[in-house]
């Protein structure tokens, strides 16, 4: 593998002469070898989110690692539904140790790939890959058509959309896993806009283990029915909203390439299972979304 140059951008001088000092490794096709703060990567050079921020700053949604830091501990049990290439599931693993299990669910059979080859080359034998969606009702769905060899956000594809006619995929209930897979601690859940079905097809699931859930929420027009269908089982929500840039990256790189940008999501923790103590209300008007505010 040789190292190769990383996409031109528009970054100082000092950042560039950095970057090319990082190791970035050229695969097959548009395949690429990263080294990064929590593991090596293997990405696709033309994701313009996951990939192009693992290439550049060495991490990805750093924020959003930090926070799980403080609440996954040794020997948890931890789903991530919806997770790419494993940018945040590698450091969900280490963050489980040998001792837990990391399930992570991903139904793009080429980002399934990245996956499950992200798991291999950290040796994370504690972390299993399944290629297939969780939502409220088994079946077959069909992807929206993706060309992963032209820019795009390969993260953010969603299942709602497959009027491209691209492959067929299976999905299955959480509820249906309980005697395939050890009941979760923590559940992070980014399936695009589907959140509230994969929600209720774990229901019996949530409501006997009440793992804390990391929910993404980033639609206003979904976002009440989500909020209330989380009360329904008698969870709190807090608003998590974190930037995709980190000052203090891997590479220290300063160029924010994602300015304005912020994922938002809910942390969301039942009275029976309170990981950690948040000084901030909970969320009390389903009706309000930070994207709808003045």
Known sequence: MKPVPVRNV????????????????????????VSGKHGVF??????????????????????????????????????EIGANIGALAVPLAGMVGNNGCLVAFEPQPEVFNNLAANFALNCLGWARALPFALGE????????????????????????????????????????????????DFVKIDVEGMEAG??????????????????????????QHLVELLWSFGYQCWWHIAAYFNADNHFGLQENLYPDQVAVNMLCMH??????QITDLPISNAAEHPFSRN
Not at 17 to 27: E, G, H, Y
Not at 173 to 184: M, N, T
């Open 42 to 79: 293997v990405y696709n050079l033309h994701c313009f989110y996951c990939g192009r921020a693992l290439e550049l700053y060495g991490e990805y949604c750093e924020h959003e690692v930090q926070l799980f830091s403080k609440i996954v501990q040794k020997g948890d049990t931890v789903w």
């Open 10 to 33: 528009r970054v100082p001088l000092e950042a560039k002469i950095l970057r090319f000092m990082k190791t970035i490794s050229q695969l097959a096709g548009h395949q690429r070898l």
């Open 137 to 184: 009702r088994p079946g077959i769905v069909t992807l929206p058509r993706v060309f992963y060899d032209r820019p795009g956000n390969f993260g953010g594809i969603s299942l709602m959309d497959s009027s491209g006619g691209g492959e067929r995929v299976e999905c299955r209930r959480g509820d249906d896993l309980s005697g395939f897979l050890p009941k979760p």
């Open 198 to 223: 994969v929600l209720r097809g774990m229901s019996e699931m949530i409501n006997s283990a009440k793992p804390v859930l990391y929910v993404e929420n980033d639609r206003p027009e979904k976002s």
């Open 271 to 276: 009275p029976g299972n309170q990981r950690i």
